[in-house]
C-alpha cells in the first residue's frame, strides 16, 4: 500500500472517530448521522428540552415526528451513551407503544 493510501486511511478514520464524539455528545447530530435527516427547527427545540429535563411534555399536530424524534431516536441516543440506562414509552394503548419499541430493537439490530 502506498504512503498517499495510508494517509487516506487515517484521514478517513479520523473523520470517523470525530463524528461518533460528536453524535454521542449531541442528540440532533445523532439523529442526523442515524436517520439521514436535519432536524427540522421544532424538532431542535423538543430536543434541547429532552436533553435539559428529566421530564417534558411536547404537543404538537400529527405527523410532525413526535414518534421518530422523542419516541424512537432518544431512546436511542441515551442508550448509546448508557446502555443501562431504564426508559418508559408511555402510550394510550399497547399497540402504539409498541411500534416505537419495535423500531427501537431494528435501529439496534441492525446498527
Known amino acids: 500500500m502506498r504512503q498517499t493510501d495510508n494517509s487516506r486511511l487515517t484521514l478517513s478514520a479520523a473523520r470517523r472517530d470525530l463524528a ?16 439521514g435527516l436535519a432536524p ?27 414518534t421518530t424524534v422523542l419516541s424512537v431516536a432518544f431512546p436511542l441516543w441515551v442508550l448509546g451513551n448508557n ?7 408511555v402510550s394510550e394503548t399497547h399497540s402504539q407503544a409498541a411500534r416505537p419499541l419495535a423500531a427501537i430493537r431494528e435501529n439496534i439490530v441492525q446498527n
Do not use: C, T
Not at 436533553?51 to 417534558?56: L, P
Not at 446502555?83 to 414509552?89: H, K, M, S, T, Y
Open 40 to 66: 427540522a427547527a421544532h424538532h431542535r427545540k423538543w430536543m434541547a428540552a429532552v436533553e435539559q429535563y428529566d421530564r417534558a411534555v411536547i404537543l404538537a399536530p400529527i405527523e410532525h415526528g413526535k
Open 83 to 89: 446502555p443501562n440506562a431504564r426508559i418508559g414509552l
Open 20 to 35: 461518533i464524539q460528536l453524535v454521542r455528545k449531541s442528540f440532533p447530530a445523532f439523529f442526523k448521522y442515524v436517520f
